[in-house]
Antibody, heavy 121, light 106 residues
Framework: EVQLVESGGGLVQPGGSLRLSCAASGFSFSSYAMTWVRQAPGMGLEWVST????????YYADSVKGRFTISRDNSKNTLYLQMNSLRVEDTAVYYC??????????????WGQGTLVTVSS | EIVMTQSPATLSVSPGERATLSCRAS?????LAWYHQKPGQAPRLLIYDASTRATGVPARFSGSGSGTEFTLTISSLQSEDFAVYYCQQYNKWPLTFGGGTKVEIK
């Protein structure tokens, strides 16, 4: 059974940093691209960042480019999102989502339950 | 950026009735997925490649369309289908989602 469990969310002041983690199990982690998608309170879904199965390619939304870094440790079956220079508008539930291939076909067949990041003074 | 526009924003439907949701892309796409999301839950994949049902998705869900116009049809709404539905294109970076259609009980 595929499981994705996010952690690392919490309350942080503007300008601060957080690192999110997503522990994966039930599938061959290195064979699939992984993605972070966020959802601000009461709002729709927003793609944040994607990393290919090998970790060789990464993609970012313009809204987070230069501030967030996606990475993965295939030996630990874990996905990360390092978030720096956080802004109030980064407040959202952050979901980890599994892709359908190592690269390409960037839609998401399994999602974690999400972790809430609140940026506020 | 490819902008995805969903309509209507809210659809009121009685159980057992048919629901038709629309998704329009600002430029031609060939790779489109549909998800639904219930309150307090993560999204769930329903359709990919515009018309292929994901594993375990009931046959009452069907996707159609091409180019810039896509449709998700739910043939006979069940109580568990009342949720928010999102389309997503994965043709080009950045990946983009539509704003969602809320399907509510009439």
């Amino acid at each position: 059974e595929v499981q994705l469990v996010e952690s690392g969310g919490g309350l942080v002041q503007p300008g601060g940093s957080l690192r999110l983690s997503c522990a994966a199990s039930g599938f061959s982690f290195s064979s699939y691209a992984m993605t972070w998608v966020r959802q601000a309170p009461g709002m729709g879904l927003e793609w944040v960042s994607t990393i290919t199965g090998s970790g060789g390619s990464t993609y970012y939304a313009d809204s987070v480019k230069g501030r967030f870094t996606i990475s993965r440790d295939n030996s630990k079956n874990t996905l990360y999102l390092q978030m720096n220079s956080l802004r109030v508008e980064d407040t959202a539930v952050y979901y980890c989502a599994k892709g359908r291939a190592a690269a390409g076909s960037f839609y998401f067949d399994f999602w974690g339950q999400g972790t809430l990041v609140t940026v506020s003074s | 950026e490819i902008v995805m526009t969903q309509s209507p924003a809210t659809l009121s439907v009685s159980p057992g009735e048919r629901a038709t949701l629309s998704c329009r892309a600002s430029q031609t796409v060939t790779n489109l997925a549909w998800y639904h999301q219930k309150p307090g839950q993560a999204p769930r994949l329903l359709i990919y490649d515009a018309s292929t049902r994901a594993t375990g998705v009931p046959a009452r869900f069907s996707g159609s369309g091409s180019g810039t116009e896509f449709t998700l049809t739910i043939s006979s709404l069940q109580s568990e289908d009342f949720a928010v539905y999102y389309c997503q294109q994965y043709n080009k970076w950045p990946l983009t989602f539509g704003g969602g259609t809320k399907v509510e009980i009439k």
